[in-house]
């Protein structure tokens, strides 16, 4: 069921901090899918946005700098075990997705999960570098013990839907 972003009655706080979302993206060719438990919504340049952070290292890195469109999975109860092997395994190394226990969609540009309670879709509008000089609360470091800061991908809210209310 199509959503309006505004109407959304969700807690994109708790799905991310304590349930975690799963950020999925495909470049025509790959497709992957990473746990992240960081990001956040607001409104930027008049427009609603949704922002994700992801390291260098990482598989879904590569994929996001060559599309423009991703989406956020959030899940109810119960899919720890899944998220926590979708966080852990590189898509580098296995194709993830075909054994990760859930049940992936493809929709165009869209890659989410059946199993899904609430999906975003966005176009990546803005990247941005985080680094050292950046973080003014220098507790943040430890965060980063090899130095290895994320981007993070702004991204305009294009679509929100609901599969299993």
Known sequence: MELDIHALHDNIFEGLNRRWALLSATDGKRK?????????????????VFFVMVRPCRYTYDILENT????????????RKELTYLGRTSGRDEDKLALC???????G??????????????????????????LVDETLEKHYPKRDYHRIYVCESTRAFTQND
């Open 68 to 79: 423009d469109t991703v989406t956020l999975s959030f899940f109810g109860d119960g899919y």
């Open 101 to 107: 226990g859930l049940t992936p969609v493809q929709e």
């Open 32 to 48: 992957n899918s990473m746990t992240i438990g960081w990001g956040g919504m607001g409104v930027m340049w008049e427009r609603d």
């Open 109 to 134: 540009k869209d890659v989410y999960f059946e199993e899904a309670k609430l999906v975003l879709s966005g176009k990546i509008i803005a990247k941005m570098d985080l680094n050292s000089s950046d």
